[in-house]
């Protein structure tokens, strides 16, 4: 008895201990971020926009969506790009159907937006002239060979000596200040366990209850 006992707890305990890395969003088709940190003063309180993600067949659509009184940065300054955000999954992405002709995908090399390090994948703009280029939301979709089947596969932290996000953008106010932004975490849709693990840790608390009863009797 004292065997089963001791079998059923070290089962209830493997599987109530969490993956090496558990997923960032609960829901792998849908999953929305705020956009909630930045170091320029002038910006005020946030959230600054939403971030969100969806999965739409084999591709991830991405529609980036700043709060009233900002716009993308009208040409990219420095070491910033319009937008960043990590390829966790590996291989090459492509970023097409981007809703402005003034943003495209930055290619290969990392992507920047200080204070928020460094990510594997960016955008860019190509406005020259700073005046007329910025708009208020961004959509594009990104593309993988064979594709992608979780949301999660583009959700990681920056890398770098800075304040680690899950996505940043380079952005301005309406009086023309301008700095970057990050999704540093607040705001995501919550981790929650799978219904299947769920499940299997009651019946296991349950089966160690009944079997305690009986041996008590």
């Known amino acids: 008895m004292k065997r089963s006992l001791t079998f059923?707890?070290?089962a209830a305990a493997v599987i109530m201990v969490p993956s090496a890395k558990a997923s960032v969003c609960?829901?792998?088709?849908d999953c929305t971020f705020n956009l909630n940190s930045t170091d320029v003063v002038a910006f005020g309180a946030g959230p600054y926009g939403t971030v969100e993600l969806k999965?739409?067949?084999s591709a991830?659509?991405?529609t980036v969506d700043l709060a009233d009184g900002f716009g993308f940065n009208l040409i990219d300054t420095g070491t910033h790009e319009a937008f960043?955000?990590?390829n966790e999954i590996g291989g090459t992405l492509a970023l097409s159907g981007f809703s402005s002709s003034l943003y495209s995908d930055y290619g290969a090399g990392p992507g920047t937006n200080p204070p928020f390090s460094i990510f594997t994948n960016a955008v860019k703009s190509s406005c020259t002239n700073g005046s007329g280029c910025g708009v208020n939301t961004l959509t594009f979709a990104v593309n993988r060979t064979g594709g992608f089947t979780d949301v999660n596969q583009l959700i990681g932290l920056s890398t770098g000596n800075g304040t680690a996000a899950y996505f940043a953008a380079d952005i301005?106010?309406?009086a023309g200040v301008t700095g970057a932004v990050g999704a540093t975490g607040i705001g995501i849709t919550s981790v929650t366990p799978e219904p299947?693990?769920?499940a299997l840790v009651g019946t296991g608390l349950m089966s160690l209850f009944f079997l305690?009863?009986?041996q008590t009797r």
């Open 212 to 214: 305690r009863r009986r």
């Open 172 to 174: 301005a106010n309406s």
């Open 26 to 29: 609960a829901s792998t088709t």
């Open 8 to 10: 059923l707890a070290l």
């Open 55 to 57: 999965l739409d067949g």
């Open 84 to 86: 960043s955000f990590n």
């Open 60 to 62: 991830i659509d991405f």
């Open 196 to 198: 299947i693990s769920s």
